[in-house]
């Protein structure tokens, strides 16, 4: 059964159509929070070209996310980062066979509306593009295309489903190979979830009101939260992910799946990577096929990561204070 919490019924992104046969229903809840289900247990893999597309879907990645440029080469270039190019985006769409995605910039509602219009299965409104508002994220009801947000906290990923987000990930930093900030975060979100959890197994109906005001998100979403005891959307984990190993470890914590971009094909083995990183996605819970897939890659060849103290660009704090 695919929760509903936060749903907001006939908003302006579902469509109904009718003729004399049936009706069919497009941009519902239940239709945008059940293709993100449909991702669950596998890796979503950036990519830039035609090229990376098919190393994804030949690895047997779930869907391709496409940008101008992979995190990490955002993070080198500078600049102001935004969507792809559509043209590489339709050229992609008409190669593979699988899913695929595309980011906008935080708040950038007309990215957004272009994205929509080229038929992206998904949107991810991205703090790795450069947030083009500061205080506003999109109002994702009124899209019939469902969305992706990142996240840090519950609160964070609370008020991103509360605008209309029918799929979270966990920020972590992208493109530094580095997955410490993705644990933290999943971490975060687990342990706050526990937290609202056991106010509402013990009753307390006040407690769970103020928790709502901290979280600064309404009090039924929060409640239907704390019933289930998970997040009411899937939550996949990105940010930092460059190995099988990382990949099954947040699998572990909780995660639905896996985001993937600059630790596939800033390795040297990106071909292998793909394919072993999936093989761990699909089986973290058998380590003996973890470590076979482990074995497939080449610690030598891996991005050069970095250390996320002495990052002055943290992509994971931009669109987080709203």
């Known amino acids: 059964m695919i929760p509903l919490s936060g749903d907001i019924p006939n908003s302006k992104g579902e469509i109904k159509e009718a003729n004399e046969m049936t009706s069919i229903s497009r941009g519902t809840s239940t239709l945008k929070r059940g293709f993100a289900h449909m991702l669950k247990n596998g890796v979503v893999m950036d990519v830039t070209t035609v090229e990376q597309a098919l190393i994804a879907e030949e690895a047997g990645a779930v869907s391709v996310m496409v940008l101008d440029k992979l995190p990490s080469d955002v993070r080198k270039a500078g600049g102001v980062a935004r969507t792809a190019s559509i043209r590489i985006i339709q050229e992609i769409m008409d190669n593979v066979t699988i899913p695929v995605m595309a980011k906008c910039r935080i708040g950038h509602v007309y990215e957004a509306n272009v994205l929509a219009e080229t038929n992206v299965d998904m949107i991810d409104e991205s703090e790795v593009l450069t947030p083009a508002d500061e205080y506003h994220h999109i109002w994702k009801w009124d899209y019939t295309t469902p969305f992706v947000n990142g996240a840090r906290s519950l609160g964070e990923a609370l008020r991103r489903v509360e605008e209309g987000a029918a799929m979270i990930r966990t920020k972590g930093e992208p493109g ?63 940010g930092g992910i460059a190995t099988p190993a990382d990949a099954a470890y947040l699998m572990s914590l909780g995660c639905d799946g896996i985001f993937v971009g600059s630790g596939i094909f800033k390795a040297e083995d990106a071909k292998e990577r793909a394919r072993a990183v999936v093989l761990a996605t699909t089986f973290w819970e058998e380590p003996d096929k973890v470590k076979e897939a482990q074995k497939m890659i080449d610690e030598r060849q891996s991005i050069l990561g970095l250390d996320v103290k002495d990052l002055e660009l943290k992509m994971q704090e931009r669109g987080g204070t709203v």
Do not use: C, W
């Open 176 to 238: 530094t190979g580095n997955v410490a900030e993705a644990i933290t975060h999943i971490k975060k979100v687990n342990d706050e979830l526990r937290s609202i959890k056991s106010i509402y197994d013990s009753g307390d109906k006040q407690d769970l009101v103020k928790m709502a005001r901290e979280l600064k998100v309404s009090y039924s979403l929060v409640e239907e939260t704390a019933k289930i005891g998970r997040l009411p959307v899937v939550n996949f984990a990105a």
